[in-house]
């Protein structure tokens, strides 16, 4: 059965898509694409989400020095300070889509 993606979230970098029979998101940004479960996406979001609130303004904002995990241990994303704050903002986006759409369904 192929999935049948529903857009959370679509930007220049990447987009959030989530399969409405499966329920596994991909995550695509900049040169890196993830197909996570549920579980494992809303623990990716807490991730990108507690390293962004991080203060950087102390390091070079050009340099790739954000390590953020993903639920395969040998891959990680490796961000500079903005690329963390766009994938954060992404996440964001598609989380705010995914609220729209639940509260949505409780009028159906």
């Keep these: 059965m192929a999935c049948d993606f529903q857009s959370l979230y679509y930007g220049e970098e990447g987009y959030v898509v989530r399969c409405k029979q499966c329920g596994h998101y991909q995550v695509a940004f900049i040169s890196t694409m993830l197909t996570l479960n549920e579980a494992d996406f809303y623990i990716f979001c807490k991730q990108v989400k ?3 609130l991080q203060s950087y303004s102390n390091v070079n904002q050009d340099s ?3 390590m953020i995990a993903t639920p395969s241990q040998d891959v990680h994303l490796i961000l500079t300070p ?3 704050t766009r994938l954060y903002k992404t996440l964001e986006e598609a989380d705010s889509e995914i609220k729209t759409q639940e509260l949505l369904c409780l009028f159906k």
């Design 64 to 66: 790739k020095i954000i």
């Design 82 to 84: 903005g690329e963390l």
């Design 50 to 52: 507690y390293k962004a």
